[in-house]
């Protein structure tokens, strides 16, 4: 293995090269490349996701039966008819607002016309 010698304030130093620890600065160096990378591809991602929650939210609503997807509705902000079963109301548990806990009311709301019931939350 190569060695070099160092003289530094009448000491003298050897410096050793151990092929260990250079694959371990090695595995490091890519392992943090691929992490930075992966920081990249979180950014444009939620860049590209703000962008349609503001274009989404600016947008004209739509009828909820005219939403084809899951995709189409995120963000999407809809129209429906319909009644509320309010016999059938759901309180859902430990939810947070503004430090305070307290629970989510969940009506359910058919759409008229249709055997179809959504969940409507405030």
Not at 5 to 21: C, T
Not at 32 to 50: A, I, P
Not at 56 to 68: G, I, N
């Amino acid at each position: 293995m190569p060695s070099m010698q160092f003289q530094f304030r009448q000491q003298s130093y050897l410096f050793r090269f151990k092929i260990g620890f250079f694959i371990l600065c090695l595995f490091f160096v890519f392992l943090f490349s691929m992490l930075g990378v992966w920081q990249l591809h979180r950014y444009h991602y939620k860049k590209m996701l703000v962008s349609t929650f503001q274009d989404r939210l600016a947008a004209a609503p739509k009828p909820f039966l005219q939403v084809t997807g899951l995709d189409d509705l995120q963000f999407q902000r809809v129209t429906v008819e319909g009644h509320y079963l309010n016999g059938l109301t759901m309180l859902v548990q430990n939810k947070f607002y503004q430090g305070r806990p307290g629970f989510e009311v969940l009506t359910p709301l058919q759409i008229m016309g249709q055997k179809k019931i959504l969940l409507v939350g405030k």
